[in-house]
């Protein structure tokens, strides 16, 4: 017997399962979930294709109004809205809710993307277009793809995750550039050095990665980066970037 034969692993496909009801069941649940992302996916494209430009906000639902991020937030996202820039949030409570407010109270659209969650997540009232997903994948391609730039106060693992998503497509190629600015320099440092000090050095990463990002504690900042990096070029993709980014 050869090694290839000896690897060779019985495969069971749906089709060849023997219990035909087991079978129907299963089909039934794999094709109406695919048809629930289709329809979230075209219902964000009816909904925000033309949004443009816009910002995506992230960071803890779990910081309450009193906060100086939370007050922060709120100060960004009103002169990004005055300055012409829809702001896009997670759609909840904490810097979600402040990301909105300040939008919200602004001249530009204020956008969320809400998801049904055990805990946590309760929708805000500040959003001028509410999107409800049941699925996180389609949600997190709506803040990428409609982004023209990220901003991420203080958060926890929903927060890092959507970084390290845009990061990631970035870094490879399957999304264009654009500015990512981290809120808080003593809240982002740490993870920083971390990148800079560990996974630079082991070869897993390149200092081009980490320059990805800037850092501030200064509002105005935040808009200047902002500004600056579309001074060179027009908001929103170009057609090869769009092109690209239709396979995020």
């Given amino acids: 017997m050869s090694q290839d034969e000896k690897n060779e692993k019985n495969i069971v496909k749906l089709r060849e399962v023997k219990d035909?009801?087991?079978a129907t069941i299963l089909k039934a649940r794999e094709s109406w979930s695919m048809f629930s992302i289709m329809s979230e996916f075209i219902e964000t494209t009816e909904q925000l294709s033309e949004l443009n430009p816009a910002v995506t906000v992230f960071g803890s639902a779990r910081i309450h109004p009193d906060n100086p991020w939370y007050i922060q937030c709120m100060e960004v996202c009103?002169?990004?809205s005055d300055a012409g820039f829809a702001v896009i949030s997670g759609g909840g409570p904490g810097i979600m809710a402040a990301a909105n407010r300040g939008a919200f109270e602004g001249k530009s659209l204020s956008v969320g993307l809400n998801i049904d969650?055990?805990?946590e997540q309760t929708h805000n009232r500040w959003q001028n277009i509410s999107l409800n997903f049941r699925h996180f994948f389609p949600r997190k391609v709506a803040f990428?793809?409609?982004a023209d730039a990220y901003v991420?106060?203080?958060g926890g693992f929903g927060t890092l995750d959507e970084l390290c998503e845009v990061l990631t497509l970035i870094q490879t190629g399957k999304s264009r550039k654009i500015p990512i600015i981290l809120v808080g320099s003593g809240f982002w440092n740490g993870f920083l050095d971390w990148l800079t000090n560990t996974l630079v050095p082991s070869g897993t990463l390149s200092p081009e990665d980490v320059a990805l990002m800037k850092v501030?504690?200064?509002?105005g900042e935040?808009?200047?980066?902002?500004f600056r990096f579309y001074e060179v070029r027009d908001?929103?993709?170009s057609d090869e970037e769009r092109e690209r980014m239709m396979y995020l």
């Fill in 117 to 119: 969650l055990p805990k």
């Fill in 20 to 22: 035909v009801h087991y």
């Fill in 235 to 237: 908001t929103g993709p």
């Fill in 152 to 154: 991420l106060f203080p």
């Fill in 78 to 80: 009103r002169h990004l």
């Fill in 144 to 146: 990428a793809k409609y």
């Fill in 222 to 226: 935040v808009l200047d980066e902002i």
């Fill in 216 to 219: 501030t504690d200064d509002s």
